[in-house]
């Protein structure tokens, strides 16, 4: 492909200042991306942070490790090959020519590590290192329902569902990556990080510098999560005004941070604070709006409904991850199933309908008001971009970054459509050969959701750094389909879910090798390989944990591997798969008002946008309900301490510290969420596999690991007692 230079004019750039701060506008296409180093460092430290992964997604609190560590941990290691790699190119010899091969020449060491070879590590984690939803789905199969399937299914569930993301996300690049108003705010974090990183200089106001800032800051934190983490727990579960009064229900469920709305604020475990993500990489404007949400929802609206009894909320526990019968005991599920695993009617009726504690009533009622309240947004306010691009007409001229990269040769589309045809073929495979009850119409309906979704999700993404999520949809129409079959029913939501939550993840990436200048087919490449190899890998590693750690996934396996993830999935799938969205809130439901939630979802969006039209310049124009309502979407599992705890610091940084020494906020902020979060890593991982895991482990047992066990809160004791008849 021709690329023409004089179509850069000498000071163009973006239009857009926040991308102008962040991102350079001008490129060197000789810079080699595709190294040996490059895939040597970043499939090792992508292999090891997913393996990690793993295990942090069946424990409580936990933290992860997010691409932004492995941003900063590979740049030393990098610059260590760099420094000691043979600077020598090697020749294949002439032989190969048949394959292709002879006189290739490479080089173990090109040149200093690059800001390219330093991207594509990061993508690979980005896309790479999370956990699949689909391992989770597999994993209430095999515990709750009895349903063992092997590596084999597992592994190609895995593949399909990640990989079909992959495939759309290179087909929206014409809407999502291509045009200069798609910012993607995460991105220009990870842009600013990473030309700090390499501009090799130090900032004229001296200090220390970012790397041993980093380096600090991770000691720091390495040393500080043993007193929460093991030598005095209570700090994690700070839930003090509930130790001053241990058996006031009322106070403790409103105090409370185990099963509490935690209003209490503290905690001083690090894994409690970035439970939903952490504090110091969103902005402000978004924090507000996130806290603002949960504020109303489930510090104002949640006690009312609970202290009223409605939809008999009382009778349970305020804050849960698990359903309930009409006696108040945990829902048993293999009283409605049938040998098969599908649904029992008649043994139903004499059991119990099933009943939600009050964070899954709220979470409901906030999905079903969130999957009107986003579509009828991106029409408002998006709606003519997404129609020019399905016409394929051009309302935007090419940025600078969009001129620089036709410097590249472009994937073809055809790439992509043939990787969603071969992940397509795997998910058929998996359906049909390990029998799961999953037709293959269904199959097709599963991916037609996110197919959908993926352009509005990504146009409020790329404009907000909130990710849209379509769990409720996911859940209601195989629900309604596949009524009574649980397995299935999550396998369908797998698919769905997985799918929206990959590409959009693809396309991220897609966008910063664009502001980066990478060249698209190796993102390609770097993209495949590691979804790919981190999958693979992080099966075997949750095959090992559930053959080797005894008791995981139960509520008082004593290293906190309790699995809340999958606690999660096993009630949806109860709600939805099993009893179904017909029986569960239908017209003799009790929670069939619930369903008016659309509409309002639907009207919610519409007065902003008229005000924001009105007065275009006001501070209006952050306000954002999509925003606010899928914010306080990760309740259960996550509690109100995780939001209260999570604002405060937020405002600390974000708000304070960003006003008053903007100098140091920006050189250190996103180096120090960085550095807590390896810190922490790295500190839990040694508790566990040296004074917890081996030979039954060695716990302290005094008042600091004990005292938060002895309340209410703890124990989530419900506010009133279900008569002996159970609830009529």
């Not at 941070?257 to 402000?284: A, C, E, K, N």
């Amino acid at each position: 492909m021709e690329f023409d230079l004089d179509e850069v004019e000498d000071e163009e750039d973006s239009p857009f200042p926040e991308v102008r701060a962040s991102v350079s506008n001008i490129d060197d296409p000789e810079m080699p991306a595709t190294t040996i180093r490059m895939w040597f460092l970043g499939l090792l430290l992508t292999l090891a942070a997913g393996s990690a992964n793993i295990f942090f997604n069946f424990r409580q609190p936990a933290p992860s490790i997010v691409s932004n560590v492995l941003l900063l941990v590979s740049h030393p290691l990098g610059k260590l090959l760099a420094l000691s790699l043979p600077i020598r190119t090697y020749r294949l010899p002439r032989w190969l020519a048949p394959i292709g091969l002879g006189g290739y020449e490479f080089s173990f060491n090109p040149g200093p590590w690059n800001i390219k070879e330093h991207t594509l590590v990061y993508i690979m984690a980005n896309v790479s290192i999370g956990v699949p939803t689909a391992l989770n789905a597999v994993v209430v199969a095999e515990i709750n329902y009895g349903v063992k399937l092997g590596y084999g299914f597992n592994a190609l569930l895995i593949l399909a569902t990640q990989l079909t993301g992959f495939s759309l996300a290179g087909l929206c690049r014409r809407y999502l990556v291509w045009p200069a108003s798609m910012v993607w705010p995460q991105n220009l974090i990870v842009c600013t990080l990473l030309n700090t990183l390499h501009a090799e200089e130090e900032d004229a106001r001296g200090g220390v510098s970012r790397f041993k800032f980093f380096c600090y800051a991770t000691m720091g934190a390495f040393f500080w999560f043993f007193l929460p983490g093991y030598l005095f727990q209570a700090l994690s579960i700070f839930s003090f005004v509930c130790w001053i009064r241990p058996n006031d229900i009322v106070i403790n469920q409103l105090f409370g941070s185990s099963g509490g709305l935690g209003m209490s604020i503290l905690t001083f475990d690090w894994s409690q604070i970035t439970w939903i993500g952490s504090p110091l990489m969103v902005p402000w404007w978004a924090e507000v709006q996130i806290f603002t949400g949960f504020f109303i929802v489930y510090w104002i609206l949640c006690p009312i409904l609970y202290y009223t009894n409605s939809w008999d909320l009382s009778f349970f526990p305020m804050m849960d991850n698990q359903p309930y019968d009409r006696f108040g005991k945990p829902y048993n599920i293999t009283r409605v199933l049938t040998p098969e695993h599908t649904f029992d009617v008649e043994a139903y009726d004499n059991y119990s309908p099933l009943f939600l504690p009050a964070s899954y009533a709220i979470t409901y009622l906030i999905a079903f008001a969130l999957s009107s309240a986003m579509l009828v947004h991106t029409i408002l306010y998006h709606g003519r971009t997404v129609l020019h691009g399905f016409l394929h007409t051009r309302i935007e001229k090419d940025d600078i970054h969009a001129k620089l990269m036709r410097a590249y040769p472009e994937v073809p589309d055809w790439w992509y459509l043939l990787t969603f045809a071969a992940c397509f073929t795997l998910a058929i495979v998996t359906a049909e050969v390990w029998h799961t009850g999953i037709p293959v119409w269904a199959l097709v309906l599963a991916i037609a959701l996110p197919v959908t979704y993926i352009i509005p999700s990504g146009y409020v993404y790329a404009m907000t750094g909130q990710n849209i999520t379509i769990n409720l949809l996911a859940q209601i129409i195989p629900g309604m389909i596949l009524p009574g079959k649980p397995v299935p029913n999550m396998i369908f939501k797998a698919y769905a879910v997985q799918t929206l939550a990959e590409g959009t993840a693809f396309v991220q990436d897609l966008k910063l090798g664009h502001y980066i200048k990478l060249p698209p087919r190796a993102t390609f490449m770097v993209q495949l390989i590691s979804t790919v190899l981190v999958g693979l890998l992080q099966v075997g590693v949750k095959e090992w944990m559930f053959s080797n750690i005894e008791d995981i996934c139960q509520p008082k396996q004593r290293d906190f591997l309790t699995c809340p993830h999958n606690q999660v999935q096993y009630t949806t799938s109860a709600v939805w798969g099993l009893i179904g969205p017909a029986r569960q809130f239908g017209a003799q439901s009790i929670y069939h008002p619930q369903l008016y939630a659309i509409a309002i979802g639907g009207i919610l969006p519409i007065p902003f946008w008229i005000w924001q039209r009105k007065w275009p310049n006001n501070w209006n124009k952050y306000v954002s309900m999509p925003i606010m309502l899928n914010g306080i979407g990760l309740i259960p599992p996550a509690t109100g301490i995780n939001y209260s705890s999570w604002f405060l610091v937020g405002f600390i940084f974000q708000f304070l510290i960003r006003r008053r020494n903007f100098a140091w906020w920006t050189k250190y902020n996103y180096v120090l969420t960085a550095a807590c979060d390896c810190g922490t890593v790295l500190s839990l991982l040694l508790i566990f596999f040296t004074l917890q895991f081996p030979k039954g482990g060695f716990n302290l047992n005094w008042w600091g690991n004990t005292v938060f066990m002895n309340t209410a809160d703890w124990k989530r004791l419900p506010l009133r007692q279900v008569p002996d008849v159970g609830i009529r």
